[in-house]
């Protein structure tokens, strides 16, 4: 008897005799999950009904790469106005060394 909560048939059919979680297991949680909706599409019987999914958790994973890319950017700009401050700091202190203000009496 196949073992139904470890090993589900539609786990072990899979004609490379791979299991599925031994590939997704390395993966992050949206991008393991659509492989795995697609590893199995043709072995449960509602193939359509797992595409959509596998579709639904890439359209997530885009999202949030998407969201994880706008907030870099934001800090990346962050990070360049402020390096452009403290250079324009750096210069001014440089040239005041080299050149300094005029003392009046």
């Known amino acids: 008897m196949k ?5 589900p048939k539609h786990y072990n059919d ?6 599925c ?3 997704t297991e390395h993966m992050g949680f949206n991008l393991g999950n ?4 697609i590893w199995r599409a043709d072995l449960k019987g509602n193939t359509i009904e797992d595409l959509k999914k596998a579709a639904w958790y890439i359209g997530r994973e885009i999202e949030k790469i998407e969201k994880d890319n706008d ?7 962050d990070v360049r106005d402020k390096c452009s ?8 202190n440089l040239l005041s ?3 300094p203000p005029h003392i009046s009496s």
């Open 97 to 99: 060394d080299v050149y």
């Open 85 to 92: 401050q403290l250079k324009s700091e750096i210069d001014y």
């Open 34 to 37: 659509a492989v795995k909706y």
């Open 21 to 23: 979680i031994q590939i």
């Open 14 to 19: 899979h004609p490379s005799g791979v299991e």
């Open 71 to 77: 907030l870099c950017r934001k800090v990346d700009n």
């Open 3 to 7: 073992d139904n909560v470890d090993h």
